[in-house]
């Protein structure tokens, strides 16, 4: 999660936010349900373990976690934790042969009254456009219980195709190369369902300001808009965003003090 501790993912019904000691309580509450653990193939863990594995994943390089805000329920509870449904992982490797970075993806709606409603597709797919954009992934893997049927038909829908069956683990593995037309395919998906509104840094330093180059919406820190045709205009000098999502000063050194990197497709 070292990737991702700074980052949100900002979708039209979901917003995706790092995994913090705060949702602990009801991420640990999740995971008492046996549909779950079965699902998941995991084992139930005390509240203390799991503040523990918490810490673990914070400090991971290889794995990007994310749990999914749903939007609606947001707006109606004013309670982040109220309105979290599940969650979504990406697992980090490099393949030896290519050298190429591959990521296993994992989605999970915990909320039983939120499945059924495309907040699991939407979030799988700012998961994968995440993946390719900013990751450098070439190829997802989606390994999946062969009785989650809901499951398998998703990411067949996404044009991952079968790659092995398993009966020793009961699980199928699906795989999705990345490559200019599915990318289009993607991006086509996303804009469907909301447009591409480009990236915000939120930081506590007055005079850093995210740059646009268009005059048609004034441009600010996070809340004060977005624009449709700057999507990559703000991580451009004189303001710069590395890959670990840590916004420089306007001067291009100093690092301005990091609240949140903010990704909205």
Same mark, same amino acid.
């Given at each position: 999660m070292r990737l991702n501790e700074n980052t949100q993912i900002i979708g039209k019904h979901v917003n995706l936010?790092?995994? #913090?000691?705060?949702?602990?309580?009801?991420?640990?509450n999740w995971m008492q349900s046996r549909e779950l653990q079965q699902l998941t193939a995991s084992e139930p863990l005390t509240l203390e373990k799991e503040y523990e594995m918490q810490k673990t994943w914070r400090m991971d390089h290889d794995k990007c976690t994310?749990?999914?805000?749903?939007?609606?329920? %947001?707006? =109606?509870?004013?309670? #982040?934790?109220? $309105?979290?449904i599940g969650d979504t992982n990406l697992f980090l490797h490099t393949e030896q042969d290519s050298g190429e970075k591959v990521a296993e993806i994992e989605i999970m709606i915990?909320?039983?009254?939120?499945?059924?409603k495309g907040l699991g597709w939407e979030s799988t797919l700012l998961m994968l456009k %995440?993946?390719?954009?900013?990751?450098?992934?070439?190829?997802?893997?989606?390994?999946?219980?062969?009785?989650?049927? $809901?499951?398998i038909r998703m990411f067949q829908k996404i044009e991952f195709q079968e790659e092995a069956r398993?009966?020793?683990?009961? #699980?199928? =593995?699906?795989?999705?190369?990345?490559?200019e037309k599915w990318l289009k395919w993607l991006d086509g998906q996303a804009i469907a369902r909301g447009p591409s509104i480009g990236m915000v840094c939120k930081t506590s330093s007055s005079s850093w300001r $995210?740059?646009?180059?268009? =005059?048609?919406? +004034? +441009?600010?820190?996070?809340?004060?808009?977005?624009?449709?045709?700057?999507?990559?205009?703000?991580?451009l000098d004189?303001? +710069?965003?590395p890959a670990a999502g840590v916004p420089l000063g306007p001067d291009g050194t100093e690092p301005a003090p990091p609240l949140l990197v903010t990704l909205e497709f």
């Open positions: 936010v790092p995994y #913090e000691p705060k949702h602990v309580s009801k991420y640990h994310f749990l999914i805000l749903c939007w609606k329920k %947001y707006e =109606t509870t004013k309670d #982040e934790n109220k $309105a979290l915990a909320e039983p009254d939120m499945r059924g %995440y993946g390719v954009k900013y990751l450098n992934v070439k190829k997802f893997v989606a390994k999946i219980g062969i009785d989650n049927v $809901a499951s398993s009966k020793v683990f009961n #699980e199928v =593995t699906l795989y999705r190369r990345v490559n $995210a740059r646009c180059k268009c =005059t048609s919406i +004034q +441009q600010g820190t996070l809340g004060s808009g977005g624009c449709i045709a700057c999507v990559y205009v703000r991580v004189p303001v +710069q965003v």
